[in-house]
């Protein structure tokens, strides 16, 4: 079914209601919706199954990313974050980016690389020869440990010897893990070929593990956003374009600013990583190591003016899986894989991206003009208002006040809640006349 993204109105209706029309626009039953996602979509039982030493869940909103265009074709995007605004931060960001033809994405192929670490090398020039003398060996002894992804198409691609001085030498083994995260898969070749790769290079065995430095596995995204889609209450397109590019320059110059915007982006990318049920510390070791590979930590996005236009440029390393990991067993995050729809794990790859480079964009344009906190409290308003206490169509009303009073605290919540009900209780025991 070819989907659309754009669902108009969708943030205005009831929880109920959006399950409702969301199931009908992904083709899903509502029942199966529902209830992938009581209980957070992990039962205390299955937790338990998980990791060690459990006493509970912890659930998290989830939430649906709209307006996502990637190559022509349309994406919901699962998301799940605490963060207010992030959600509709993304989805507003995404339809701009729409109006210039959405993104495009493109990425390499999901090659993940296993470290083999040896010390005391006595002859590391040789030891490194040797192994490039060996690789077909090499790569025939990886792929006898891991059939199944051999089967599915995927195995080890490559060798790559790395002399890192004093004795030490690293030996890189490039897995191909299609539709896998790929680190169990990894680990275990590195582990079946270390014996091999110690007679080979002589020295004592180190470690043997992934890396999560997976720059062999990157994605790319840009986009192109017409000025005019840009503009804001009170800003021309154009002065926000111009805007959005100083933010770039400036986290282009300054580590202390790059990573607050690498922050930003990563509050949409991760919040897709997380809803399909992935390995987020994996892909922040990744975004971060890649971040700084030039020595200095860098913007991940990069935003530049052309003719009329604001362009978004992209690189990430990130490690996704549409197959394994925690949706064998979480069935939000198994719901989070159907939602977003990916025709593989590389495909998922490129939305997370784009929508952590909507969320970047989104931040940028904020700052640019009316700074971040007018948006993020009025929705930060909302958690205020049910954090004191207030239900239902109370939460808006309440939220709506301490806003519009430009006090978004605890106290004053609980103040107008308190007013509210004692308007409600005098009203409904003393009706007017004539009732
Ligand atoms: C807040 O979660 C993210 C921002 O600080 C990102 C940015 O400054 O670009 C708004």
Known sequence: MRRNSRWPGFYKLSVEDRRRVAAEALGIDVDDLISALGDGGLKCDKADKIIENVVGTFSLPFALALNVQI????????????????????SNAARMVREGGGFTAEADEPIMIAQVQLDEVVDSVRACTRIRQH??????????????????????????????????????FHVDCRDAMGANLVNTVAEAVSDRVEELCGGRMGLRIL??????RKVRVTCRVPSHALAADGFDGADVRDGVVRASRFAERDPYRAATHNK?????LDA?????????????AGAHAYAARTGQYSPLCTWR????????TLEIPLSLGTVGGPARVHDAARLGLRVVDASSAVELAMVAASVGMASNLAALRALATDGIQRGHMALHARSVASAAGA???????VAHRIHAAGNVTLEAAKRVLAELSRSTTSSTSAPPPGQ
């Open 71 to 90: 190559n022509g074709q349309d994406f919901i995007a699962p998301m799940v974050v605490e963060e207010p605004s992030v959600v509709a931060a993304a």
């Open 135 to 172: 690789v077909g060996e090499l790569i025939e002894l990886g792929n006898e440990a891991v059939p199944g992804l051999v089967r599915r198409g995927g195995g080890v691609r490559g060798v790559e010897p790395r002399d890192l001085g004093e004795g030490m030498v690293v030996v890189h």
């Open 211 to 216: 890396s999560n430095l997976c720059d062999r």
């Open 264 to 268: 930003g982006l990563m509050n949409g």
């Open 272 to 284: 897709v990583v997380l809803a399909t049920g992935n390995d987020w510390r994996a892909v922040e």
């Open 305 to 312: 003016a052309d003719h009329d236009d604001l362009v978004g």
């Open 391 to 397: 239900l239902g169509a109370d939460v808006e009303r």
